[in-house]
């Protein structure tokens, strides 16, 4: 299975009002190649892009956010699971591309006997699920957007997949503003917006 | 710490909004958090890493979520790698709220050189970071030291520390 053809298939499902959150893999320049429109917050590597996404998912509660993952990023901090579990947000989906390999420079651990969603599941993630074939996935992937989560998917893709993106990749200062200002267009947006009073400050202070 | 620092601490999370609570449980701070976990207005989570913590909060921060990471000075080396993402490179609005271990004046039974690498390492950890930071020492001053490092993360839009010792912690 491709890294690609999954991203594809999401990208039809995801509509500009969920919010999404990748690591720096090849993920990154596929999904912005794909996402039409909407949110999204790019290259949270080294085991961040999954408590970051859960964190977006508390405070945007009524909202799917959604987490594109890798296996080597998730294995750093595997604790991000139990935090998953620990906060248990309805409205997440992290899928994990897990291509068993550290790019062209060796195999991941999962390449022998680690299981990531076996990883999951022990955290305490009750949706969970690994998927080999493009049929799989859209078995899966696009009712867990659907539907209440948290939800947990390991995704079986090829290594060594790549992708040239033609369009400049954003800073990530321009990339995180970019964000910004798109979930602060949003209504259910409940943080400070630039340029309002700050809480508990009196008007003049 | 004691009961008035804990009540200043409190009125100021109010003050400005502060309502959601992100910690890994620590000596030095397990009263203020037990007192945050009584008071119906929090809602708190206990998360089981701190660099999870740091960017779980740093997520919900950016949200919008008006939050705070109570942890120990320890739990800002640990969570260095998370910290040098959520500050230098997103500039991501985060506070952070960390006892000074180490700091003169702790004789909570860490001691020698463990002690000492705290106090070592802690600050010019922040420097190298160009977090931002504040020490809060002393009880007159917690109050709005803690109303305004976490205005600063929002005017900064990026993270900013407040390091407790002295009479506010010890």
Known sequence: MKRYDCLELLASHVDEEMITVTCLTSTFNMWRALRKGGPSFYNLNLGLCLPFAVGLSVAFPARKVIALDADGSLMIDASSLILTAQVN??????????????????????AGGTDLEAMARGAGIKHTATVRTLEEFRAVVPEALQ????????????????????????????????????????PDYQGVRYGTPLPGVPQGE | MDQEAIALT??????????????LPEEPTHDLVQRIREDPYFETVTVPSEGCGITFCGGASLGGRRCVFITGIAGLLVGSWALSQMGPTFSIPLFIMASYRGDFGDLSGVQGTTLY???????????????PYRIADHKPT??????????ATLQFDAPAVLLLTGEVLW
Do not use: H
Not at chain 1, 89 to 110: H, I, K
Not at chain 2, 117 to 131: C, H, K, Y
């Open chain 1, 89 to 110: 947000p309805a409205n997440l989906v992290a899928l994990v591309f897990d291509n068993q390999s550290y790019a062209r420079m060796g195999e991941t651990a999962t």
């Open chain 2, 117 to 131: 690498t705290f106090n070592q390492v802690g600050e010019p950890l922040l420097q190298a970071l160009r977090i």
């Open chain 2, 10 to 23: 409190i009125e100021a999370f109010k003050e400005v909004g502060i309502n959601y609570i992100v910690t």
């Open chain 1, 147 to 186: 539907s209440a989560g948290p939800s947990f998917f390991v995704a079986k893709v090829e290594p060594g997949e790549r992708f040239k993106n033609p369009t400049p990749p954003p800073t990530a200062r321009g990339m995180k503003d970019t964000f910004v200002q798109a979930i602060t267009r949003l």
């Open chain 2, 142 to 151: 917690l109050k709005r030291l803690v109303r305004d490092s976490y205005l």
